[in-house]
């Protein structure tokens, strides 16, 4: 059997690669390796998404907990960075969300936290896999955990992300799109309580609707709302609401990368930003470094996953960071990508400027990207010197106005060739080119 973890915790279909049994005894395992030996009565607290794989899961994973002698807090549908922050607000030992993010229904997932609520590293994750199935003493009696309903956390939560904004979002119409997902019902209740005009789409869910067609990863509905509402703007959260995307009043798609430039402009006018620095994937436009590099604002980059974006940010002290596709980490208010705090924080700087979304986002200039996956090739050869000698040639072409990026998949026999230049014609004819080298020598 191969690794259980993935990027994001273990994930798979919900009764077939991710049964009842294996989330039972992935618990017991976390359990043993994450609670505090010193304490005579560890603490748990889980959440989940509304997937109707959820309830039978959390079932497992708190029998899974109790039955290794840990109290559980169960906290209902909450996002994963509510589960993040309740983890240390409330003491516990440790967290895990049920979610598979922007995955469809049948698909579910469980992340465990730490006791200060930040994700698990490689070495935690492989230890608690190690200890699988591992013989140990069951406790009896009054040793057996304890499992109480915690679902006014939720208020804990939002109370917050409150706190963390510099002033109130009055005057401001937003429609949000909660994906039919984990925000549902605390994202309206945020954005209502911090001042703004709210109106909803996805916020029905049912077990099997999460991320159908609605969400960040489908924005047509929220772009045709925000139109018809009139509205100022639109905020779309994935399933788990750690990431977010957003829609202008005319309804232009604004990406994570834009995003991320309007609050570090607006967090580095304020004395807020952490050595003036931002920490963003490879897989940012180049429009969003040029632009901040403008601004006097240093672009450190690091390889896919927000894990990485994290983990390099606790390792030299930047407090700001995050990807394309929306998951952003604001360190002083989060241990992970919060939507919300996100969405609350981009809302409160259009409110002081004065400006609208669309020209916030104006600052910078996204480069025409174009992605082509080639696949069934060996990721093994994407470093052959003919393929390099490819993009050394291409990188000549396209100067300081583009840029190209070679990167084998992590979970596929494919190689992604990504090509930026100053129009989409070039970008493509360039992607094109290198893709048939990928092909020529990769096979």
Partial sequence: MGRLFGTDGVRGVAGRDLTAELA??????????????????????????????????????????????MDVL???????????YLTPALGADL?????ASHNPAPDNGIKFLTRGGFKLPDAVENEIEDRLGEPWERPVGSAVGRVREAYGEANRYVAHLLTSLPHRLDGLRVVVDCAHG???????????RAGAQVDTIGTAPDGLNIN?????????????????????????????????LAVTGDGEEIDGDQIMAILALEMRAQGRLQRDTVVATVMSNLGFKLALREAGVTVVETAVGDRYVLEKMQESG?????????????LDHATTGDGLLTSLHLLAAVVSSGRSLAELAAVMTKLPQVLVNVRDVSKDKAAHPELLAAVTLAEEELGDTGRVLIRPSGTEPMIRVMVEAQSHDHAESVAARLADTVRQVCD
């Fill in 95 to 99: 967290g895990v969300m049920l979610s």
């Fill in 74 to 84: 169960r906290l209902g549908v909450l996002p994963t960075p509510a589960v993040a």
């Fill in 212 to 244: 159908d067609g609605v969400g960040s990863t489908h924005l047509d509905p929220l772009k045709k709302a925000v139109v018809a509402k009139s509205a100022d703007l639109g905020i779309a959260y994935d399933g788990d609401a750690d990431r977010c």
């Fill in 24 to 69: 039972m005894d992935l618990s017991v395992a976390a359990a043993h390796v994450l609670r505090d030996a010193g304490r005579s009565r560890p603490l748990a607290v889980v959440g989940r998404d509304p997937r109707a794989s959820g309830e039978f899961l959390e079932a497992a994973v708190v029998a899974g907990l109790a039955s290794s002698g």
């Fill in 318 to 330: 930047y407090n700001f960071g995050g990807e394309q596709s929306g998951h952003v980490i604001m």
């Fill in 182 to 192: 984990a925000a549902h019902m605390v994202a309206p209740e945020a954005l209502r």
